[in-house]
Structure formats: structure tokens, C-alpha cells
């Protein structure tokens, strides 16, 4: 049981090339959140999907785009990476169910900065 | 406008020291509070969640309480050990039609000393 996994860790771009972020859980988790974390701020939610086939835009989502193809896993993609998306994302997973607090679990985070 | 502000930014103690973080929070409807560790290149990692009618939740040596009145939350570290150094998140979730929002704190960063 892997939890939540992000490929890759680390990645550097270049303003206007592309690049897809991996996340996968193994936890069968409805919910999924793609976040963003930059120096002295709190998270921000970019993008998030209630369930496989769905998503929708939090916060800040100026920049990227998602897809939930598969219920495991939720990619982030930056069609033209500029400075301003250097930051760590992180995305997480949480579960439905009855009582529950929505917990939500994260992954390791990948750093991206683009140059 | 929803918010949650921490404090202080940092703090550095010695091993074997307490310690105590605050959160105050403008976040309404008000659902629960959580408090998340997050050791540095790593992902958070809840350490309690508390809903409106709980005042106190201890998770081993760590201890937050919540006053749901005056809006404040505090996170309590007993016997402090070196890998306690991290930042500790306040997370607020607001719950609108049927949907939970999470409101993030900048954090706070601990740095315990030898």
C-alpha cells in the first residue's frame, strides 16, 4: 500500500515547453486535488475530481489542465510552462464515506522550476 | 473572506522544551480544524482533526484544543524531540452544500535544537 505517488520528484523547464505531473493512489479514493505551494503561503487547490471522468477548478487554476481518466490517478498538465508555476506541487486523495472527516492523504510533492 | 492566520512565522526551542502554535481562523460554515505536520520536501501529515463540539484532541505528544467562540485553535508539543522540526499546518474545512473547502495557514516553522 503505496498511499499517494507523484512522478516525478523534481523536473526544470523552460518558459513555454510542456509537461505532464503523475499522481496515483492505491487507497480507492473518490476524491482527488492537485495543490500548489509556494514561500510563505498556505496551499492553494489548482484542480480537484469528485470521481473518474470528473473535474473541476479550485483556487488557482489559470495555466493548467487535469484529466481523471482512470479513478487512481489525476494528472496535472502545463501546456506552456512559464516562470510564475515554479512551486511544489502536491496532490492528494481522500475517501467518501459515512462519519468521515474527509481526510485527505498526500503525496511527496515534485518540485518544478521553470526557467 | 475566509482565512487562517498562524503564528508565530517561526519559532526555535530547545530538545526536551514544550511549545505551543496558534491558529485563529474567519472561516464560515465552519465544519472541522485540522493540524498538519510537514517535514521538510514532504507532503503533510495530519496530526488531528477536531470537529465544532470537541475541545481538546491529543495525538502522543501532541495536544490541540479549539475554541469554536472565539475562533482559535492552538497545537501543544510536550517533551519536544529533534524531529519535531517541521512546519505545522492549520487547516480550516468549510463545508458548503454538501462540498468541504479547505483553507490553508501559511504554517509555522519549528526548528528544535539540541
Known amino acids: 500500500n503505496a498511499g499517494v505517488t507523484q512522478t516525478p520528484k523534481f523536473r526544470v523547464l523552460k518558459t513555454g515547453q510542456s509537461m505532464t505531473l503523475l499522481c496515483a493512489q492505491d487507497m480507492n479514493h473518490e476524491y482527488m486535488y492537485w495543490y500548489r505551494q509556494d514561500p510563505g503561503m498556505g496551499l492553494r487547490l489548482i484542480h480537484y475530481s469528485v470521481g473518474e471522468g470528473t473535474t473541476a477548478k479550485g483556487e488557482v487554476p489559470d495555466g493548467y489542465n487535469v484529466s481523471r481518466l482512470k479513478k487512481q490517478n489525476f494528472l496535472l498538465g502545463l501546456e506552456s510552462a512559464a516562470p510564475s508555476q515554479t512551486s511544489v506541487y502536491f496532490c492528494a486523495s481522500r475517501g467518501v464515506g459515512a462519519g468521515g472527516y474527509n481526510e485527505q492523504f498526500f503525496g511527496p510533492g515534485t518540485r518544478l522550476t521553470v526557467l | 473572506k475566509n482565512q487562517v492566520e498562524q503564528s508565530p512565522q517561526s519559532l526555535i526551542i530547545l530538545e526536551g522544551k514544550n511549545c505551543t502554535l496558534q491558529?485563529?481562523?474567519?472561516?464560515?460554515?465552519?465544519?472541522?480544524l485540522r493540524w498538519y505536520k510537514q517535514d521538510t520536501g514532504r507532503g503533510p501529515v495530519s496530526l488531528t482533526i477536531?470537529?465544532?463540539?470537541?475541545n481538546t484532541k491529543s495525538n502522543g505528544r501532541y495536544t490541540a484544543t479549539l475554541d469554536a467562540d472565539t475562533k482559535q485553535s492552538s497545537l501543544h508539543i510536550t517533551a519536544s524531540q529533534l524531529s519535531d522540526s517541521a512546519s505545522y499546518i492549520c487547516?480550516?474545512?468549510?463545508?458548503?452544500?454538501?462540498?468541504?473547502?479547505?483553507?490553508f495557514g501559511k504554517g509555522t516553522k519549528l526548528s528544535v535544537k539540541p
Open positions: 491558529c485563529n481562523y474567519t472561516v464560515s460554515p465552519f465544519s472541522n
Open positions: 487547516v480550516v474545512s468549510a463545508r458548503n452544500s454538501g462540498y468541504s473547502t479547505l483553507i
Open positions: 477536531m470537529t465544532f463540539s470537541e
